[in-house]
């Protein structure tokens, strides 16, 4: 017997939407859109910059009904759900806590009975008072009849509709069955404005003539009572029932050619262009939106006086990507949920666009990778990475993908910039979390943006004058210890209260000289003089004023290329000291790695007296051009940006402790054909590197291994 086994584990979260709703569930005042995707709930807040993921909740299994209830003692909503097997839950938002949890739930699968292939939406009664399911095709059954002179044997059929009363607070009572007679129902959903709940059936007979039924719930007698209305002889191709909220009740009952409106007493039709539609999405009470199978977006909106529909007008709006769930949200932007491609935010404009012709704006996409018909998995950039390209999608949304395991790197917006050499944030104070200013350098100034209130009470990017720094070509520019901006120039190492925007102290070299590199964190600096002459400070923060110190000076036998003095600290947060920037716990370092024209060489040079430790040649004719120290899985190493677009990396060996240590373990991949510039950032409270270059990339370790994402 083989003892092999298989280990499956999810390397990516589900991206198709199958399902979405909108409604208040995190808080009364809160607008949320609920997805569900596959196997996974996700629940984002919308916000005046879009919308805000909040949660990601794991479901044992794959989700089937996913809808939106109030009951009517309540000012929130809660959500039901259902999964393919049948098993179901009642889930609220705790906001003490911002968790969700479980209200209700239980399996709703009986042991007879052939389920239905088709899970229709629309299963909860507006005024809250129960859930209807139609899980239960109708089956032929025999019966036998007895006549005087012959037998003969007649056969019914019969489905079962599942309901699950509740009370005013949302608890659920025991489910029971009645009996629907109705052989094959194509939809079937809850009518407004009824004293009793109602339900309006579309269903197929056996001539397969199709005809729209009403049925009121009778809880106490748990059985069906007529209807107050009923259509027979509907559209052959009617496929989808959309109820009307009140005033005006009724349903649209939509067909491949043709909408109708129907309450009982009124019927107005308009015709349309043959297609199947096969979601809808309400606006309000008279406008609804239309996606059918070629993502194209309609709406039909019900043209009335008072209460009473007086016609129906439909108009073509734009293409989307294929629905699979429409919700409006709020202010015309609508979300377009895919199955068959990505996801989409979309603008609704009351008048249409002369460029593209649509009424529609796409404000957001979100990616799908689903449906996977076809994968290869390859190494593309041959840095011993596994790459899945995909053949994703499909009909007019299918596409190939590349499916990284890893971080992705998401532009959100470009501007052109001519003659910028370097930028670097600011944050207010040497501790906060947030940065509030940019500073740009260009060849021969300097500008700093902020944020500042218009006046027309808009935030927006604006230049702000901050007169302690130096208007000229920046080397480099960040916080540091004592609440100080530090600015190194070509001419000059200056602090910069950031409180007062003012300099408070400054070193310049000789007349002959000038600063060609520097590094720096947040208690040290480095500098390279022309002439290859490296000047160490040290910045003293004292009691009442913080000061740059001279501490070493010494002269290298080549020009100095790049320089880099990162701590090699694994600044994980403190308890106490959660709210502040992660750079407080990773203030100085005993080492500074140094590139050296001519030689093509790292070296390691001891601080604070600059005592050489080690050196490795790079070999080639390639200049270095960035260095980074970094600490990776508890495993530091040194990465080279070369000129030519490759990385090196080293394994720092610092066995010796403070005394000494080496350079080891030589790897090199090739990111691009431009120089790289290196710089570390955290994200969730884990160290990644951005390697800047005509392929952006950002390197993090996984296992102990290192991994690509660009």
Same mark, same amino acid.
């Given at each position: 017997?083989?003892?092999?086994?298989?280990?499956?584990?999810?390397?990516?979260?589900?991206?198709?939407?199958?399902?979405?709703?909108?409604?208040?569930?995190?808080?009364?005042?809160?607008?949320?859109?609920?997805?569900?995707?596959?196997?996974?709930?996700?629940?984002?807040?919308?916000?005046?910059?879009?919308?805000?993921?909040?949660?990601?909740?794991?479901?044992?299994?794959?989700?089937?009904?996913?809808?939106?209830?109030?009951?009517?003692?309540?000012?929130?909503?809660?959500?039901?759900?259902?999964?393919?097997?049948?098993?179901?839950?009642?889930?609220?938002?705790?906001?003490?806590?911002?968790?969700?949890?479980?209200?209700?739930?239980?399996?709703?699968?009986?042991?007879?009975?052939?389920?239905?292939?088709?899970?229709?939406?629309?299963?909860?009664?507006?005024?809250?008072?129960?859930?209807?399911?139609?899980?239960?095709?109708?089956?032929?059954?025999?019966?036998?009849?007895?006549?005087?002179?012959?037998?003969?044997?007649?056969?019914?059929?019969?489905?079962?509709?599942?309901?699950?009363?509740?009370?005013?607070?949302?608890?659920?009572?025991?489910?029971?069955?009645?009996?629907?007679?109705?052989?094959?129902?194509?939809?079937?959903?809850?009518?407004?404005?009824?004293?009793?709940?109602?339900?309006?059936?579309?269903?197929?007979?056996?001539?397969?003539?199709?005809?729209?039924?009403?049925?009121?719930?009778?809880?106490?007698?748990?059985?069906?009572?007529?209807?107050?209305?009923?259509?027979?002889?509907?559209?052959?191709?009617?496929?989808?029932?959309?109820?009307?909220?009140?005033?005006?009740?009724?349903?649209?009952?939509?067909?491949?050619?043709?909408?109708?409106?129907?309450?009982?007493?009124?019927?107005?039709?308009?015709?349309?262009?043959?297609?199947?539609?096969?979601?809808?999405?309400?606006?309000?009470?008279?406008?609804?939106?239309?996606?059918?199978?070629?993502?194209?977006?309609?709406?039909?909106?019900?043209?009335?006086?008072?209460?009473?529909?007086?016609?129906?007008?439909?108009?073509?709006?734009?293409?989307?990507?294929?629905?699979?769930?429409?919700?409006?949200?709020?202010?015309?932007?609508?979300?377009?949920?895919?199955?068959?491609?990505?996801?989409?935010?979309?603008?609704?404009?009351?008048?249409?666009?002369?460029?593209?012709?649509?009424?529609?704006?796409?404000?957001?996409?979100?990616?799908?990778?689903?449906?996977?018909?076809?994968?290869?998995?390859?190494?593309?950039?041959?840095?011993?990475?596994?790459?899945?390209?995909?053949?994703?999608?499909?009909?007019?949304?299918?596409?190939?993908?590349?499916?990284?395991?890893?971080?992705?790197?998401?532009?959100?917006?470009?501007?052109?910039?001519?003659?910028?050499?370097?930028?670097?944030?600011?944050?207010?104070?040497?501790?906060?979390?947030?940065?509030?200013?940019?500073?740009?350098?260009?060849?021969?100034?300097?500008?700093?943006?902020?944020?500042?209130?218009?006046?027309?009470?808009?935030?927006?990017?604006?230049?702000?004058?901050?007169?302690?720094?130096?208007?000229?070509?920046?080397?480099?520019?960040?916080?540091?210890?004592? @609440? #100080?901006? &530090?600015?190194? /120039?070509?001419?000059?190492? $200056?602090? %910069?209260?950031?409180?007062? =925007?003012?300099?408070?102290?400054?070193?310049?070299?000789?007349?002959?000289?000038?600063?060609?590199?520097?590094?720096?964190?947040?208690?040290?600096?480095?500098?390279?003089?022309?002439?290859?002459?490296?000047?160490?400070?040290?910045?003293?923060?004292?009691?009442?004023?913080?000061?740059?110190?001279?501490?070493?000076?010494?002269?290298?036998?080549?020009?100095?290329?790049?320089?880099?003095?990162?701590?090699?600290?694994?600044?994980?947060?403190?308890?106490?000291?959660?709210?502040?920037?992660?750079?407080?716990?990773?203030?100085?370092?005993?080492?500074?790695?140094?590139?050296?024209?001519?030689?093509?060489?790292?070296?390691?040079?001891?601080?604070? @007296? #600059?005592? &050489?430790?080690? /050196?490795?040649?790079?070999? $080639?004719? %390639?200049?270095?051009?960035? =260095?980074?120290?970094?600490?990776?899985?508890?495993?530091?190493?040194?990465?080279?940006?070369?000129?030519?677009?490759?990385?090196?990396?080293?394994?720092?060996?610092?066995?010796?402790?403070?005394?000494?240590?080496?350079?080891?373990?030589?790897?090199?991949?090739?990111?691009?054909?431009?120089?790289?510039?290196?710089?570390?950032?955290?994200?969730?409270?884990?160290?990644?590197?951005?390697?800047?270059?005509?392929?952006?990339?950002?390197?993090?370790?996984?296992?102990?291994?290192?991994?690509?994402?660009?």
């Amino acid at each position: 017997m083989d003892d092999c086994k298989n280990y499956v584990v999810t390397a990516q979260k589900p991206t198709s939407v199958t399902h979405s709703c909108v409604g208040n569930f995190t808080g009364s005042g809160d607008t949320n859109l609920i997805l569900g995707k596959g196997t996974r709930v996700e629940i984002h807040l919308l916000t005046a910059e879009g919308l805000t993921p909040l949660h990601d909740v794991a479901i044992y299994g794959r989700i089937t009904i996913l809808e939106l209830f109030r009951p009517p003692s309540s000012s929130v909503d809660l959500l039901f759900l259902c999964t393919q097997r049948y098993q179901f839950c009642v889930l609220e938002y705790n906001k003490a806590t911002k968790t969700v949890v479980t209200k209700a739930h239980g399996n709703i699968r009986d042991s007879v009975g052939r389920m239905s292939e088709v899970i229709t939406g629309g299963n909860i009664d507006p005024e809250g008072r129960l859930l209807g399911m139609n899980l239960y095709e109708g089956t032929d059954r025999p019966i036998l009849v007895i006549f005087i002179t012959c037998l003969l044997t007649v056969r019914l059929f019969t489905g079962y509709f599942k309901v699950i009363p509740m009370d005013g607070h949302g608890k659920l009572s025991d489910t029971f069955n009645i009996r629907l007679d109705e052989l094959r129902v194509i939809d079937v959903k809850f009518l407004y404005g009824c004293s009793k709940p109602t339900i309006c059936v579309l269903y197929e007979d056996h001539r397969a003539t199709r005809h729209v039924k009403t049925y009121v719930i009778l809880t106490k007698e748990k059985e069906f009572a007529d209807g107050p209305w009923s259509q027979s002889h509907v559209e052959a191709g009617a496929s989808l029932l959309i109820p009307v909220p009140t005033p005006f009740g009724g349903v649209l009952i939509v067909s491949q050619e043709m909408i109708v409106y129907h309450n009982g007493s009124t019927c107005h039709a308009i015709p349309m262009q043959s297609t199947v539609i096969q979601v809808y999405g309400q606006v309000d009470g008279s406008r609804f939106l239309l996606a059918d199978q070629f993502g194209l977006l309609q709406v039909v909106v019900l043209q009335h006086t008072g209460k009473d529909v007086t016609g129906l007008s439909l108009d073509v709006l734009g293409e989307t990507s294929i629905a699979s769930t429409l919700s409006y949200l709020d202010n015309g932007v609508l979300f377009v949920g895919s199955a068959f491609g990505d996801s989409q935010l979309v603008k609704l404009h009351p008048s249409r666009d002369v460029s593209t012709g649509t009424y529609l704006e796409v404000l957001d996409s979100y990616v799908n990778v689903g449906p996977i018909v076809d994968f290869v998995v390859m190494d593309l950039d041959r840095q011993g990475q596994g790459q899945v390209v995909t053949c994703s999608g499909a009909y007019k949304d299918g596409s190939l993908r590349i499916v990284r395991n890893g971080i992705g790197i998401n532009e959100l917006a470009a501007a052109e910039l001519p003659g910028i050499k370097g930028m670097w944030p600011l944050r207010p104070t040497f501790a906060s979390q947030q940065d509030t200013l940019l500073v740009q350098s260009f060849v021969n100034e300097v500008r700093v943006l902020g944020f500042a209130t218009s006046d027309n009470d808009e935030v927006e990017l604006a230049e702000q004058d901050v007169p302690g720094l130096a208007n000229t070509k920046t080397l480099i520019c960040r916080n540091v210890v004592g @609440d #100080l901006w &530090l600015q190194v /120039t070509e001419h000059q190492v $200056g602090l %910069v209260s950031a409180a007062t =925007l003012q300099r408070v102290a400054s070193w310049s070299p000789p007349s002959a000289q000038r600063i060609t590199v520097a590094a720096a964190n947040p208690t040290q600096v480095v500098v390279a003089l022309s002439g290859g002459v490296l000047v160490y400070f040290d910045i003293s923060n004292v009691v009442l004023s913080t000061t740059l110190v001279e501490t070493a000076q010494t002269k290298l036998p080549h020009e100095i290329a790049c320089l880099d003095i990162t701590p090699l600290v694994d600044a994980k947060p403190a308890a106490a000291d959660d709210d502040a920037h992660w750079e407080t716990r990773a203030r100085s370092t005993t080492r500074c790695v140094v590139g050296l024209w001519s030689d093509l060489s790292v070296s390691i040079y001891r601080l604070p @007296d #600059l005592r &050489l430790d080690t /050196t490795v040649l790079l070999g $080639g004719d %390639v200049l270095p051009r960035s =260095l980074l120290s970094i600490r990776f899985d508890d495993q530091p190493y040194v990465l080279v940006g070369m000129g030519d677009g490759s990385l090196y990396t080293y394994a720092l060996d610092t066995a010796g402790g403070a005394t000494s240590s080496s350079l080891t373990n030589k790897k090199k991949f090739s990111l691009g054909a431009q120089p790289i510039l290196l710089s570390a950032f955290r994200s969730k409270d884990v160290m990644h590197v951005f390697a800047a270059s005509d392929r952006p990339t950002v390197l993090y370790s996984q296992h102990g291994k290192l991994l690509f994402s660009n």
